[in-house]
């Protein structure tokens, strides 16, 4: 079936690196989603990652993917108080109409 | 600006009461969904609308109706037959028919039945 799981809750420390673990189980997504909610908010796509790569990046977020064990992960560099969300991360089972999303992370930076 | 917009941002409904919650977009997107969001946990799909005149049920479908006549617009109508629809609603988009379903959000509706 699909399903997507994360942690519930990260706290870091201002500057330190910050990661985010997801597995899913659907093995025919060919694109998987990095969001993010701030509070009241709706949610903002932060990056997505292609099938057939094992990393990307952009600026301070690194994406790592391990399609063998159906590991993504989310490393965010320098984390300061404005990075204080939930992040989810979602896959896009096989077609064309559906994202499947984990429960979220809620991350927490203090100083 | 292009974007996808929802109000009212905060309803108030009382019990036995149907609601209609707006969704409107201008990016000419072709798919438009409805989530909904409660605390602890993550998206769940109520419909989503691949093309106008078009719309299938998503995982939590029971309650709730949608229509889809103009391709900007996706309203979501929470009936009185929805048990607890106290949540947070999102609508979201994308541009359809493709593998990366790459969806983008509305700052979403939250209904509070008293």
């Known amino acids: 079936g699909e399903d997507v799981e994360q942690s519930l809750f990260l706290s870091v420390r201002e500057g330190d690196s910050s990661v985010i673990n997801c597995t899913y189980t659907?093995?025919?997504?060919?694109?998987l989603y990095w969001y993010k909610q701030e509070p009241g908010a709706g949610l903002q796509l932060l990056t997505y990652i292609f099938s057939n790569m094992d990393m990307k990046q952009d600026q301070r977020l690194t994406v790592l993917l391990n399609k063998k064990d159906k590991h993504l992960s989310l490393r965010i560099a320098d984390t300061q108080t404005g990075d204080s969300a939930i992040y989810f991360c979602a896959e896009s089972p096989g077609g064309y109409n559906k994202l499947i999303f984990g429960a979220g992370t809620r991350l927490a930076v203090h100083p | 600006d292009g974007g996808i917009t929802q109000s009212p941002k905060y309803l108030f409904r009382k019990e036995g009461q149907n609601v209609t919650l707006s969704c409107e977009q201008n990016l000419n997107h072709d798919a438009m969904y409805w989530y909904r969001q409660d605390p602890g946990q993550g998206l769940r799909l109520i419909y989503y609308s691949q093309i106008v005149n078009d719309f299938q049920k998503g995982d939590i479908a029971e309650g709730y109706s949608v229509s889809r006549e103009k391709k900007e617009s996706f309203p979501l109508t929470v009936t009185s037959a929805q048990k607890n629809p106290t949540a947070f609603y999102l609508c979201?988009?994308?541009?359809?028919?493709?593998?990366?379903?790459?969806?983008?959000f509305g700052p979403g509706t939250r209904l509070t039945v008293l």
């Open positions: 659907d093995s025919s997504s060919t694109y």
């Open positions: 979201a988009s994308s541009i359809g028919q493709r593998k990366n379903n790459e969806q983008f």
